[in-house]
């Protein structure tokens, strides 16, 4: 079966400055790996996907995912955090199951921005 | 604009009591879901359904019942609601036709109390 692993819970980092975001996987075929975003009191949000094309995956709000094979994993950056990125965010891959596409959640990193 | 819609944001049911969670999707997606999602354990699947009348079991079906009877609408029932299912509960569709890799879309979810 698929697994997610997303390092740290919370991630602190000032107003400016890089945000870097874990996330590995385990995947028995090549796989399909998502980034989601949970503002307060809201729904998931789709931020980037990695579908086996280019192995860095622009998406929206300036994010960015590069995806190593050799590493397994999948991690997320941003140049400059901005204070309404403040938010939690899920790192997610495919999983086929019964001839349907399941995704499998990590338990996600609160990311904390300070002024 | 894919739309997700839940039909409760907050709701608080006494323990014993039968709830009705209602989700509904506007896009003619084939694949629905609910989650649960509860701190530092992620989100968590507990049914789905990939058609009218059908539906699979996730990972955490245990005290859930669901139902599809018609396309847009995938409803989440909980028989003999417990404290242990005091949660955010959250939908998602899918179009079920893109294969491996499809985004999932997510309604704002609700949060159940269970007294």
């Known amino acids: 079966a698929q697994s997610v692993t997303q390092l740290g819970s919370h991630v602190s980092v000032s107003e400016g400055a890089l945000v870097l975001l874990r996330c590995n996987y385990s995947?028995?075929?090549?796989?399909?790996l998502f980034w989601y975003v949970q503002y307060p009191n809201q729904g998931l949000q789709l931020l980037l996907k990695?579908?086996?094309?280019?192995?860095l995956v622009k998406g929206i709000n300036g994010f960015e995912a590069e995806f190593k094979k050799s590493e397994t994993s999948f991690h997320l950056t941003k140049p400059s955090a901005h204070m309404s990125d403040a938010a939690e965010y899920f790192c997610?891959?495919?999983?086929?199951?019964?001839?349907?596409?399941?995704?499998?959640f990590g338990t996600g990193t609160r990311l904390l921005v300070s002024p | 604009d894919v739309k997700v819609t839940q039909s409760s944001r907050y709701l608080v049911k006494r323990t014993g009591e039968k709830v009705f969670l209602e989700c509904v999707q506007d896009?003619?997606?084939?694949?629905m879901f609910w989650y649960r999602q509860d701190p530092g354990l992620g989100l968590r699947l507990i049914y789905f359904?990939?058609?009218?009348?059908?539906?699979e079991k996730g990972d955490i079906p245990e005290g859930y019942s669901v139902s599809r009877e018609k396309k847009e609408r995938f409803s989440l029932i909980l028989e003999s609601a417990s404290t242990n299912q005091t949660s955010m509960y959250l939908c998602?569709?899918?179009?079920?036709?893109?294969?491996?890799?499809?985004?999932?879309?997510f309604g704002p979810g609700t949060r159940l109390l269970v007294l």
């Open positions: 998602a569709s899918s179009p079920g036709t893109s294969g491996r890799g499809e985004t999932q879309y």
């Open positions: 995947s028995s075929v090549p796989p399909y």
């Open positions: 990695y579908t086996s094309a280019a192995t």
């Open positions: 997610a891959v495919s999983e086929f199951s019964t001839g349907f596409q399941k995704l499998v």
């Open positions: 896009m003619d997606h084939e694949n």
């Open positions: 359904s990939y058609d009218v009348k059908m539906k």
